[in-house]
């Protein structure tokens, strides 16, 4: 079993920036691929980034490549998420999900944890 806590959500104006963090408690974080996924009222949950155990391997949507970078601390057990040049568009409850020998960029059916979510707004 692994348990996944969000933070470091919350109101920002547009152009602005946030870091998200991932918290791992469980079984051993570096067997863990993580995503993070983001959903909007009446939209699936769709993917934004992930991290392979190692964190060796990155993975992005098209529209938050080169504005938000994945990283992962494995001996602090925390992925990040770091959200620049915030838009609008990217208001949302982001959630974050581990998979045990992942890549990070798997469908989101595949993933076995995942989190409660942190909210994201972004003001215009």
């Known amino acids: 079993q692994v348990q996944l806590v969000e933070s470091g959500g919350g109101l920002v104006q547009a152009g602005g920036s946030l870091r998200l963090s991932c918290a791992a408690s469980g079984r051993t974080f570096s067997n863990y691929a993580i995503g993070w996924f983001r959903q909007t009222p009446g939209k699936e949950r769709e993917f934004v980034a992930g991290?392979?155990?190692?964190?060796?391997?990155?993975y992005y949507t098209d529209s938050v490549k080169g504005r938000f970078p994945i990283s992962r601390d494995n001996a602090k057990n925390t992925v990040y998420l770091q959200m620049n040049s915030l838009k609008p568009e990217d208001t949302a409850v982001y959630y974050c999900?581990?998979?045990?020998w992942g890549l990070g960029n798997e469908d989101k059916k595949k993933f076995d944890y995942w989190g409660q979510g942190t909210q994201v707004t972004v003001s215009s």
């Open positions: 991290i392979n155990w190692s964190g060796h391997t990155t």
């Open positions: 999900a581990a998979k045990l």
